[in-house]
DNA sequence: TCCTGCATCTTGTCGATGTAAAGATGGACG
DNA sequence: CGTCCATCTTTACATCGACAAGATGCAGGA
């Protein structure tokens, strides 16, 4: 009866490495059911284990919804770094990319993201969550900077929180199935969209 | 032991109105508690009746959150209509004033905000939703559309969904927590950058 | 006036869930 | 080889949403 997923390397526990088939579990219990009937016992089922097993590597429910979003978040950072790089050299181009990153990770994930955005049950006190979090964030604000330098200035705070609000709410509506149009439109003509619209925002 | 809280006119049933009174605590308890704990047992508590009261009134837990959205949503419009009123003539700072009106609502509600915007609970089959949900989507394509008549043409769809994008986004991220910066200044302040930020996605 | 029908509300119950406590298991390490 | 302890299971309990059956009291007709 046990789980033999995985019959690699290290083992280093009891069962395999419980805490990482939790997570992944609980990732594809998200899913399937959405954030709002998540189900710890339904996750421990998925595993193979109790359901009480959970509790020990992450204390209760929102722990580990709270270790699931810093992982959705270096998830979310990784997809928009290399969706950047599709932007070449110009910072305008990799700024206008990352953000097309970020709604085709929301679009993607849509649990995970709401999650990550949209919950109150993972705690951002975390120190794990809170870097996960604070490097997204980190990233869209380099990418703003970088575009300001170039024209030579620093960023005022406003045209971070432009250019955040105007990709996050596209990627927010497209994620809770707002927009119809645009989400039934051939991938190509949509990101055409979304880049005439981003590209509104940037830093002047 | 009887629920005297307005003992006004119309006492139509047994208890008094008691589906406006089970709306009312809903909605205390949706700011309580959040969405994520929202309790119709608790709910039922706080309007004086047997747990299995809302039942013959909304028939089960989603029932009375899709009226809730519902009334949320005619809320929302009433207030971002009072709110554009303060644009006065111009269609353009008519369209900039619904949308501080959009964000201010999502200031002032964020667990209904994230009930209307971010829950799979609320049932957009429901045509009283439908219809209270396509009147606030609605009322911001007017306000669009209006730019563009002034300018001379029809309003591409991009130009609602870039609109409601720049304010969908900010009200989210103000309404969650992130955005510090902005939400810790003076109203006047905030509400001066906002202004900058969504001109920037005006119809051209 | 009385009585019957029925919407309204209560009580009791069930399965599912999250959490805590206590016991079983087996690997690590002296 | 034996002990320790992290790991996992079992058991128990409070709370939750939903369902069923019974109580309550207003309305409308004889």
Same mark, same amino acid.
């Given at each position: ?5 995985? !019959? ?16 992944? /579990? ?22 193979g ?5 959970p509790?020990?590597?992450?204390? !209760? ?9 810093a ?17 070449g050299?110009?910072?305008?181009a ?5 953000? +097309?990153?970020?709604?085709a ?6 649990a995970?993201?709401? $999650?990550m ?8 006190g975390?120190? /794990? $969550?809170?870097? /996960? ?37 596209? /990627? !927010? ?5 707002? +927009? ?5 439109l051939p ?6 969209? $979304? ?10």
């Amino acid at each position: 009866m046990r789980q033999e997923a995985t !019959d690699g390397p290290a083992r280093p526990y009891h069962h395999g490495d419980l805490r990482a088939a939790l997570l992944a /579990a609980a990732a594809a219990e998200l899913e399937a059911r959405g954030i709002e009937a998540f189900s710890l016992r339904s996750v421990a089922k998925r595993a193979g284990v109790s359901h009480a097993a959970p509790a020990h590597h992450f204390g !209760d429910v929102n722990g580990l919804l709270t270790a699931l979003a810093a992982e959705g978040f270096r998830r979310f950072v990784a997809h928009q770094a290399a969706r950047e790089d599709r932007g070449g050299a110009d910072p305008a181009a990799r700024l206008v990319e990352a953000g +097309l990153g970020y709604i085709a990770f929301a679009r993607a994930n849509p649990a995970l993201f709401r $999650l990550m955005f949209a919950s109150d049950r993972p705690d951002f006190g975390e120190p /794990a $969550l809170a870097a /996960a979090a604070e490097a997204a964030f980190g990233q869209l604000a380099d990418a703003c900077a970088a575009v300001a330098v170039r024209r030579g200035g620093a960023v005022p705070p406003a045209e971070v929180e432009a250019t955040w609000g105007i990709v996050h709410g596209l /990627a !927010d509506l497209l994620a809770g199935g707002r +927009l119809k149009r645009l989400a039934a439109l051939p991938e190509a003509e949509r990101e055409a969209e $979304l880049r005439d619209i981003i590209a509104r925002g940037l830093p002047r």
